[in-house]
């Protein structure tokens, strides 16, 4: 008795047969749930990750900018502002790429 032949999903990572409804991999343990929204959400997921990255730059050079009490005209200062605020629009696009 088997109800697993409902929907098979591959495994990214090991390709093995999983579950539909399967988060990880039985075989592997690898994340499978990401692979169903893998096509339509790239991009957010990049610009995501992008976006955090520019974030916790500009926020240690905003902090370091602030230790170190640079003008507000610094290029540390600026940089940090910048990437703060890039980071952000990133991240807020790629939760609205996700949204659609
Ligand atoms: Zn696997």
Redesign the pocket.
């Known amino acids: 008795m088997s109800t697993v032949s409902a929907g098979l999903v591959n495994?990214?990572?090991?390709?093995?047969p999983?579950p539909a409804n399967a988060e990880v991999?039985?075989?592997?343990?690898?994340r499978?749930a990401a692979l169903r929204t893998e096509l339509p959400s790239r991009l957010d997921i990049v610009l995501q990750t992008l976006g955090i990255f520019l974030f916790a730059v500009g926020f240690v050079l905003l902090l370091t900018a602030i230790y170190f009490h640079q003008s507000i005209e610094s290029p540390i200062f600026v940089a940090g502002a910048v990437g703060l605020v890039a980071g952000i629009l990133l991240v807020a696009s790629g939760a609205y790429l996700r949204s659609e």
Not at 25 to 30: A, E, M, R
């Open positions: 495994c990214p990572s090991c390709g093995a999983n991999c039985t075989h592997c343990s690898g499978i």
